[in-house]
């Protein structure tokens, strides 16, 4: 791919301001002392850029801001990450992240967040199709602010002949209900997303539906430490695998999933096959859940963690 004149665009329509704080004994009902661990901008459209970003990669972010759009447009800047606005009725989110040292366990503590200001359909829509005669790939991630529905932007996504990455259970909800499904498009979700989505108990049932729903996209559902199930429009399946932490690594899972769908990006955009790419991204989750802030991650924690995952093929 030519960087020169191409990009990865990723509409990230409901950004966060995301605090995490650890404490010693997580306990209901009592006060808990914690301590500022790391703050920085976050939401699922941001950490999937900073992903990308950090491999060298062109990348545009449109998402969402209200009276501090100046802020946000600077902590983008700082990442190296263009944006495009488009307006909502207050400021950005806030999501905080506490981990209990006790027993490691993790709560994410999400505002919904503003509503839509008016015109910001509109305003998103413009944002979507003036860039994309250059754009080499895209992701839709995350939720969308209350007000805002996902139809407008898959409608201006609909003709691209391009990888689009939807990494949103609402843009999925509406793809499901009528909207349009991109042309090349690869589904993700987490596990529990996709038996939600579909009211399945089970993954495997979860993916046959969604293979019967969607037949012309490759369908992909993130595990955790289980690693991920990655279902191609080929009929070939495969379990995702990676080796477990040591034993005593502190483990910060907030925003994995947001690191694996840029992992994703960054290597279809290096030509990888579909299945490579989704153990490039199952990497950079790994490397991003070993550091406080989601997507952030070192070159070398990539690295090594390519070296410990695998694909089995599987039967879905």
């Not at 665009?9 to 301590?35: H, I, M, S, Y």
């Not at 690869?186 to 993954?203: D, M, Y």
Request: hydrophobic letters at 45%.
């Amino acid at each position: 791919m030519d960087h020169r004149h191409e990009h990865v665009l990723v509409l990230g329509a409901n950004p966060a301001w995301q605090k995490t704080v650890v404490c010693d004994r997580l306990v209901p009902g009592e006060v808990v002392r914690v301590k500022l661990e790391a703050s920085g901008a976050a939401g699922k459209g941001f950490n999937t850029a900073r992903a990308v970003r950090a491999f060298g990669i062109p990348v545009r972010l449109v998402s969402a801001a209200g009276p501090d759009a100046p802020e946000w447009e600077c902590a983008c800047r700082e990442e190296g990450i263009p944006t495009a606005l488009f307006p909502i009725r207050g400021r950005i989110r806030t999501a905080t992240t506490i981990q209990d040292l006790s027993t490691g366990q993790v709560t994410e503590i999400v505002e919904e967040g503003p509503e839509a200001a008016d015109g910001a359909e509109l305003a998103l829509e413009s944002a979507l199709r003036e860039d994309i005669a250059q754009v080499s790939m895209v992701a839709v991630a995350g939720t969308f602010p209350p007000g805002m529905s996902p139809g407008a932007a898959l409608d201006a996504l609909s003709g691209l002949d391009v990888p689009v990455v939807v990494d949103s259970v609402p843009a999925l909800r509406a793809i499901r209900d009528g909207a349009t499904c991109p042309v090349r498009a690869i589904l993700k979700l987490n596990e529990t997303e996709w038996k939600s989505l579909l009211g399945e108990a089970e993954l495997s049932a979860a993916l046959r539906q969604a293979r019967r729903l969607w037949p012309r996209a490759d369908i992909l559902a993130t595990r955790g430490k289980d690693g991920a199930i990655l279902a191609q429009n080929d009929g070939r399946n495969f379990a995702l695998v990676a080796e477990p932490y040591p034993a005593g690594v502190r483990v910060q899972p907030i925003g994995g999933g947001d690191a694996f769908t840029g992992g994703l990006l960054v290597g279809l955009s290096n030509g990888s096959s579909l299945v490579d790419a989704a153990l490039h991204g199952m990497a950079v989750a790994r490397a991003s859940c070993l550091n406080p802030l989601p997507a952030r991650f070192s070159m070398e924690e990539v690295a090594i963690s390519l070296g410990l995952g695998r694909a089995e093929s599987v039967h879905v």
